[in-house]
């Protein structure tokens, strides 16, 4: 059974920097596309960022320049530098392996971490 757990969540003041980690165990995933998605309270989970075995990557437009996503596929890994946070990026995020997209589509994979909490305030 595959697991997803997300870390590196927490409070940070606007204009700062946080790291999300993912770690997939239970499974090799390593040709997987990683996403990390985020739901604020009262909307709906959006894509935030995507990575392909390639290496391309995706961004929305309200993090692309901030947010920089990676992978580590020898440890089954993801990760998302998030710097100039900002209030409006305050938002459960969520880790995603399977991430599939297109101009106008955006296909979650079927295999989601749990979430980690990311709060932006002063």
């Known amino acids: 059974q595959v697991q997803l757990v997300e870390s590196g969540g927490g409070l940070v003041q606007p204009g700062g920097s946080l790291r999300l980690s993912c770690a997939a165990s239970?499974?090799?995933?390593?040709?997987?596309?990683r996403g990390w998605f985020r739901q604020a309270p009262g909307k709906e989970r959006e894509l935030v960022a995507a990575i392909d075995r390639s290496g391309t990557t995706y961004y929305a437009d309200s993090v692309r320049g901030r947010f920089t996503i990676s992978r580590d596929y020898a440890k089954n890994a993801a990760y998302l530098q998030m710097n100039s946070l900002k209030p409006e990026d305050t938002a459960v995020y969520y880790c995603?392996?399977?991430?599939?997209?297109?101009?106008?589509?955006?296909?979650?994979?079927?295999?989601w971490g749990r979430g980690t909490q990311v709060t932006v305030s002063s």
């Open positions: 995603n392996f399977g991430t599939s997209w297109t101009s106008t589509t955006i296909v979650p994979g079927n295999f």
């Open positions: 239970g499974r090799t995933l390593s040709q997987y596309n």
